[in-house]
Structures are given as C-alpha cells and as structure tokens.
C-alpha cells in the first residue's frame, strides 16, 4: 500500500514519533535580539522544509503570536516568503518591533553599545515612565537579557548570580545585540508590525490562499501550565484558534507542548500532528507537537 492511501485508511498510524536527534540550536543563525521564553530557534529547521514542501514560496507569512519573532525574522532573511506580518499582544515586545518597524534599529543598536551597565544604571533605567517607544523597546531588550529566563512577566526578577556568576551581564552582549539590530534594518521594510489579537489577525486573512501562518500560541491548558508564568498574556480560547484554523484557505503550521487534549483538539478539528525533538532550556530533551492540515512531508 502506498504512503497516501496508508494514510487516508490509517490516519492514526502517521501521528507517530519523529525519530530525528534534537537540532542543534547552536548551527542556526540567531537573528532575534531577545532571549525568548519559547522561542523557537529550535524549530526554524522543521520551518525550513515545512516551506520547501510547498508548491511555491508563500507571499506573506503571518505570525499571529510572535513573541521574539526567530522564526519571522529567518523567514526574511533567507528569502523564504516575501512578506511578514508579526503580531503580538505585549506592549513591552510590541514597542521593540514598532521601533524596528518605524526605522529605529540604529538608534537601538547605538544605545545598547553605549549603556554602561551595573546593577543602579539598570535600576534607574528601567523604572523610567516618561518614554518614548524606542526608549521603551531599549528597555524591553534590557530586561529581557538581565531577568530570570528573559521572562517579562510580571513577578520576575533579575538575575542574581547568572553565568558563571556573572549577574545581571552573563546575558548582555552589547556587540552581538546591536549587530542584531543592524541587521534586522536590512529586512524591515518588509515587515509588518501589528500590536493585535493574534486570533483576529488570522480571521482577517484566512481567506487569503498566498498567506501562511506559523502559529505558537502561549498554551495554558493541559499539564504544565508554563505559560502563565512566562507571559503576561496567556490566556486564549484554544478551540476557537483552532476552529479558525480550520477557515484558513493558504496553510499553517502551528506548535504546542506535547499534551493529550492538544492531539484531541486536533483530532476533533481533522488536523495531523507529529512530534518534533527538542531540548529545553535546561537541557532536558523533549518533544513538541507540531500540528498541520498535511504534515506527510515530515515523514521522509
Ligand atoms: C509561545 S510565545 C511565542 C514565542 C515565539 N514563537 C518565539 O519564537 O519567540 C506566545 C506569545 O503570544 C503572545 N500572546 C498571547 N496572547 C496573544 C494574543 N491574543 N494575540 C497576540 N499575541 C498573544 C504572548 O505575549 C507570547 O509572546
């Protein structure tokens, strides 16, 4: 029997697990300046193919939860789609991709070279209330790389010993950053930034056939509730997100932890999904739920 008709028959024979080692995070170019809960560096290899398998690169890729955007900020610079659109709910993200949106990476990317940073200039900068939006997005990034975990959640706090106890700096690469945002001025003018409702942003345009999304949602449901900690929005209306997937005429892709109601919802919404191989933070090897309307092309 060959590979299509097993499928259609045995749908269930094909949500098997993906046998691939974990990526290796360090091979692939980091092109976001944060230093993301969940970010998908990891991920940007499956994206890669999961593009190849289409009959033609996409016209616009949409981000609808787009957090530190790696996967966003890859599909630009490797060409891979000729547009993007990310979209986040934060404001403290938004004003970074706002600032890079509205031509401010230099101005970042020079103030990050210039701060002095101990332990009262941090302080002092970040309890600033009077801003402007690049001034917020500098303090964004500021917080990002000197916090517990890059969390921006509220209750998080500074790091204290860090690397090799190096505190508040074990994250802070001035060079690496403001090379970041030199960088990212080279694809912004084909970068749509909306400060949104992710789940508006993809019933806008799911009728559109040249637009795809990369969906990774914060995900509060099931065991592990990770999420709230690590975001300040995390709540979401997962069966909606998913009964709008199932409106979306291009395509998606989107991720998940690996939890049993997750693979029910997809079975129930007539989604595929396979498991991706990843390590953690700490780590730890995991895997990760990947869920699509074809993901034959993940068996290879
Ligand atoms: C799992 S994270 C995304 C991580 C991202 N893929 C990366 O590589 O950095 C989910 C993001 O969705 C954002 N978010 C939560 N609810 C949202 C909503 N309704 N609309 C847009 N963004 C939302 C959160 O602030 C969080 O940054």
Redesign the pocket.
Known sequence: MNESRQQLLFPELHNIVDTHRPVNVASIPQR?P?R??????WFVPTFREWIGSLHSNPEILI?????????SLTALFENLVSYVIM????ED?AAVWQSVVNGDSEWLAERILSFDLTRETLIKEISRKECDIKEKAFQTILKNRTFHGGILADGAGMLKYGENGKGISSRWYPRTLAKRFVDIRSIAEKLTYRR????DVIREYSDREDVVF?I????TAGGKKA?RR???????DHNRLFTLCESIKGNFLMTYDNAEEVKAMAKKHGFQYRLVPMKNTHHAKMEELVIGKDLIWMDN
């Open positions: 976001s944060f993301y809960p969940g970010g998908k560096t981000e609808p939860f787009a957090g530190g955007g790696i996967i979209v986040e709910i934060d993200i949104d409702d992710g789940l990369f990774d949602p914060p995900y999420g690590l975001y300040r929005h995390c709540t979401l």
